[in-house]
């Protein structure tokens, strides 16, 4: 993609996800991605906060291609927004790029003042898959 047509930093913008064919659409697989340095802003303190992402999902026709991921991510770096918030956004961006037939993501978020938060979001709702072995 041509860096004339990237939003402009901290804009995250589901446009940046890309995906390529998904080679066994007729099985059933689980891709696991783990993101360890997540990075937004609180928008109350303007501080910044870090967490661990872990996406697990079964594709269906597509799957997310890894650097326009990490590019997605790397724009909430100056966004401020709460950790249910950016969690559900995420879910609900990369759900709509893919249309994967479930989809789990666990954010898992760095202490702050002592107290470490743990989001889980799936698609379908409540349909939360599994931790790798």
Do not use: W
């Not at 937004?40 to 303007?46: H, I, W």
Request: hydrophobic share 35%; glycine share 4%; net charge neutral.
């Amino acid at each position: 993609m041509p860096s004339s047509s990237l939003p402009p930093a901290g804009s995250p913008s589901r446009d940046l996800l890309e995906t390529f064919a998904n080679q066994f659409p007729d099985r059933d697989y689980t891709i696991e991605i783990v993101c360890p340095e997540f990075t937004s802003v609180c928008p109350k303190t303007g501080q910044p906060d870090f967490g661990t992402l872990t996406f697990r999902y079964v594709p269906d026709r597509v799957c997310v291609e890894l650097k326009s991921l990490k590019l997605y991510l790397q724009a909430f770096r100056n966004e401020g927004i709460f950790y249910e918030h950016v969690t559900n956004r995420i879910v609900d961006d990369v759900v709509a790029a893919l249309a994967p037939r479930r989809l789990t993501l666990v954010a898992a978020f760095s202490p702050r003042g002592g107290i470490t938060s743990r989001i889980t979001v799936s698609h379908p709702a409540f349909d939360h898959l599994p931790p790798a072995p």
